[in-house]
């Protein structure tokens, strides 16, 4: 399943229970096994994993909620699908590319 959603309904709808994780000091976020596209604002990445979406976990996460933690994948999450073809990373088949995942954010991948 791709989400597909702008900035403002992330950070108005999804992020509020982020940012007071993150705000309480919490040292690590999970990522999730969606593929996302956000389609607004300071977002330019494209289609890509959650586990490997810049936009997600680099300029969101880190840099305007200032998490300072972790994030690791959840199991097998950066998995690629076969709907994923094409999207940041992923050959169908196969894992994200870990220097891709890792350059989008991605700490920790669980097997």
């Not at 900035?7 to 999730?32: H, I, K, N, W």
């Not at 959650?50 to 909620?65: E, V, Y």
């Not at 994948?73 to 709907?83: G, L, M, R, V």
């Amino acid at each position: 399943m791709t989400e597909v959603v702008d900035e403002r309904t992330l950070f108005e709808v999804y992020y509020p229970p982020f940012q007071a994780a993150v705000d309480a000091g919490v040292s690590a976020v999970m990522c999730s096994y969606n593929l996302i596209n956000c389609t607004s604002g300071m977002c330019n990445s494209g289609r890509a994993y959650a586990c490997a979406n810049d936009d997600i976990l680099n300029k969101h996460l880190k840099q305007t909620m200032g998490f300072k933690g972790i994030v690791m994948s959840d199991w097998d999450a950066t998995k690629c699908q076969a709907e994923a073809a094409g999207s940041g990373g992923c050959k169908s088949g196969s894992y994200i590319d870990k220097e891709f995942a890792a350059d989008a954010g991605l700490d920790l991948e669980m097997p």
